[in-house]
């Protein structure tokens, strides 16, 4: 079925940054191949946001930053388990970098997210607290925006957490699929499938959108 794309849509490209595409310091198998896809579906909209992975050195995400811990071990912080994970988009590197061939010169907004020392920001709308807010709820509430298409990396984690957040705030968030790619860590893209079903967040194709 084909959904067309309204006024008081938007398209919110997760983290397409080049530490998240191959060669990248925290690589999503075929993480650059969803680029051109993404450049497609983002002209059916005319609002589109990119949000940008945005970490300070020594991160408390880094499992550098805990000596003795390896990548993808998990730990628990004072608001709940923490992955640990190779250091990724550092504030102002090349790996931060948005990827080169993404082309959306109508994006409206570049969010920056985990950039605070002591806490990480899967979400586009909340530290990993759960409570801190980004800011994004009310810019597109001011806009009139509330249905909002989610795409780019990684399916399992920043996109997961984007449109379940994004649905608790009362926004209606749909996940185009197939352009997206997931970290693939054991069971999370299982756990992701199950966790949008059951906040009510729909997973569509990207030709419902550009056919």
Same mark, same amino acid.
């Given at each position: ?36 896809? !993404? ?7 005319? +609002? ?39 250091? +990724? ?7 931060? %970098? ?19 020392? +002591? ?15 980004? #800011? ?29 957040? #994004? ?13 997206? %790619?997931? !970290?693939?860590?054991?069971?999370? !893209? ?9 906040? #009510?967040?729909?997973?569509? %194709? ?6």
């Amino acid at each position: 079925m084909r959904t067309a794309t309204q006024s008081a849509d938007a398209l919110i490209v997760i983290d397409v940054q080049n530490d998240f595409c191959p060669g990248g310091a925290l690589a999503v198998d075929e993480g650059d191949q969803i680029v051109p896809l !993404v450049n497609a579906i983002a002209q059916k909209f005319e +609002h589109v946001i990119l949000t940008q992975d945005w970490h300070p050195h020594r991160h408390i995400s880094f499992a550098s930053t805990h000596p003795g811990k390896s990548h993808y071990e998990t730990i628990q912080m004072a608001h709940g388990p923490q992955t640990l994970w190779p250091e +990724h988009c550092v504030q102002n590197t090349p790996g931060a %970098r948005f990827h080169p061939a993404l082309d959306i010169p109508h994006a409206e907004l570049i969010l920056r997210k985990g950039f605070r020392h +002591h806490i990480d920001s899967y979400s586009a709308f909340l530290e990993n607290d759960h409570f801190t807010s980004t #800011g994004l709820a009310g810019y597109l509430r001011e806009r009139g925006l509330h249905r909002l298409f989610f795409c780019g990396l990684a399916y399992d984690f920043c996109v997961r957490y984007s449109a379940i957040d #994004g649905t608790a705030l009362g926004f209606e968030c749909l996940v185009i699929e197939d352009a997206t %790619r997931p !970290v693939n860590l054991p069971n999370s !893209v299982a756990e992701t499938n199950a966790a949008l079903a059951a906040a #009510g967040v729909q997973r569509l %194709r990207s030709r419902q959108i550009l056919a």
